[in-house]
Every structure is written in C-alpha cells, then in structure tokens.
C-alpha cells in the first residue's frame, strides 16, 4: 500500500479529510462521499496523475469483527498522451470491494483483505483512493482522437522514424560481424 508523505501542515489537514471514523460506526450500513481534487494528488510523490477531478461513493457495512468498504470511483483526471506528450483528459470509472478484519496487528493478507489491531480506532483511506485510481487508468493513455494529438511532435516522431530507416550507414561497432557474416554466406 502506497502512503501518504506529510511534509507540509496543509498536507496533514488533506490526510485528516480521508480518516474513517471506524470506532463511533454502529453495525449497519454507513455512506461517504468524498471529491478527489489536484490538491490530493499533490500528497503523492511521484503520481502521474497531477490534476482531476473525481468523485467518490463509500459504502462501509460494518459487522462485529469485519468491516466491507465498497468503494465507486467515477470521474476525470489529466495524463500525459503516450503519443505527443501533451496533457489530455482521461475519464475513469472503477469500483472496488476492501475487506478490513480486526486481528492483533495491522496486516495484509491480500489485494482486498487487511487486518487491522482491535483496538484501532479509525482507519485512513486516502492510500486506497489513490491505488484505485491508479488502477483505474488504462495501459495505454492517449487522446481518443489522434486529430487532437500535437501535430508537431506527431510529425517529427514521423520524420525523425523515416530518416533512422532510410540511414543505410552502419555501425562501426556492428560491421565486425557484418564481415563475419558475409565470410560465413560464402
């Protein structure tokens, strides 16, 4: 699980926004909603995502020794086109179904299953909003249209590809075995 790196007091207040409160629930079924902003993914080093806008349901069905957190992700964030580097808006969806069990000591027992102490009084989701996200992001980000793509870069990409091709040169660390290729056909 990724977590948050609190640096600043400001990073600190966002942090609180996303604790849940699991001692003072009742046994029941409870909602929260939560709007993700480009000042939450600030918190995370290194994120790829660095503005959006996305909401997000959580539905906590608490019982005596377990707590089910299903979580709805719908929303947009902005990416870097894999194509032309410039920025594009991604719209996610996602859902998602955690598992937190009381035990002795905090634990991960899988991908949807955390044990937490007994004794633990809330719980921070603000890890798990952020992976789900994450996750939510296809493999291949680029703008759905290429007509939107910065034509310039698309060009170059394709100048500079036609001109490595049409290079005939080789190189002189590679031409050693091209001779030794060529004795070995004859």
């Not at 998602?96 to 004794?119: C, H």
């Not at 996200?133 to 007509?147: A, E, F, G, N, T």
């Amino acid at each position: 699980m990724l977590s948050l790196q609190p640096d600043f007091g400001d990073i600190m207040s966002i942090k609180n926004d996303y604790i849940l409160p699991i001692a003072g629930l009742s046994v029941g079924y409870h909602d929260f909603t939560y709007q993700i902003d480009d000042k939450f993914f600030d918190n995370f080093d290194f994120s790829e995502v660095k503005k959006g806008s996305v909401n997000v349901d959580l539905n906590v069905e608490k019982h005596e020794r377990e707590l089910i957190l299903t979580f709805k992700f719908e929303g947009n964030v902005y990416l870097a086109c894999d194509r032309c580097n410039d920025e594009y808006e991604q719209p996610i969806e996602n859902e998602a179904v955690i598992y937190l069990r009381y035990g002795n000591s905090y634990e991960e027992e899988s991908d949807d299953v955390i044990v937490i102490p007994a004794e633990e009084g809330e719980f921070d989701i603000s890890s798990l909003i952020y992976e789900y996200i994450i996750l939510s992001l296809p493999i291949h980000r680029v703008h759905q249209d290429v007509s939107q793509c910065n034509q310039e870069v698309i060009d170059y990409l394709e100048r500079t590809d036609d001109a490595e091709v049409d290079n005939d040169e080789i190189d002189p660390r590679w031409k050693c075995l091209e001779e030794l290729k060529d004795k070995k056909d004859n």
